[in-house]
């Protein structure tokens, strides 16, 4: 069973910035992607961006700008880095892996709120 983390969370004030990692380790041996997505109380889980094994980034149109995926050599770890925060960008952020198969594991979130 892989575990999947989140951390890098944080209280920030608007207009700062934040880079959020999640890392992967044991239950899988290869990842196809990992994606980001954030939720607030009430509402649906949404789509951030994704990053592939084959380093192909894809955005939602609302992250376009001001958030930036990454990752590290191993492949098991990603990044999302945030800048010029807002408010509205308040929410619990998680990482989801899927693998080669299309299992899909989700990590338990990280908060980042953002002060206004």
């Known amino acids: 069973q892989a575990q999947v983390v989140e951390s890098g969370g944080g209280l920030v004030q608007a207009g700062g910035s934040l880079r959020l990692s999640c890392t992967t380790t044991?239950?899988?041996?290869?990842?196809?992607?990992i994606g980001w997505y954030r939720q607030t109380p009430g509402n649906q889980r949404e789509f951030i961006g994704e990053?592939?094994?084959?380093?192909?980034?894809i955005y939602a149109d609302s992250a376009k700008g001001r958030f930036t995926i990454s990752r590290d050599n191993t492949g098991n770890t990603a990044y999302l880095q945030m800048i010029n925060l807002k408010p509205e960008d308040t929410a619990e952020y998680y990482c989801?892996?899927?693998?080669?198969?299309?299992?899909?594991?989700w990590g338990r979130g990280t908060q980042v709120t953002v002060s206004s």
């Open positions: 989801k892996v899927t693998t080669p198969r299309a299992v899909v594991y």
């Open positions: 990053i592939s094994s084959a380093g192909i980034i």
């Open positions: 044991g239950g899988t041996r290869s990842i196809n992607a």
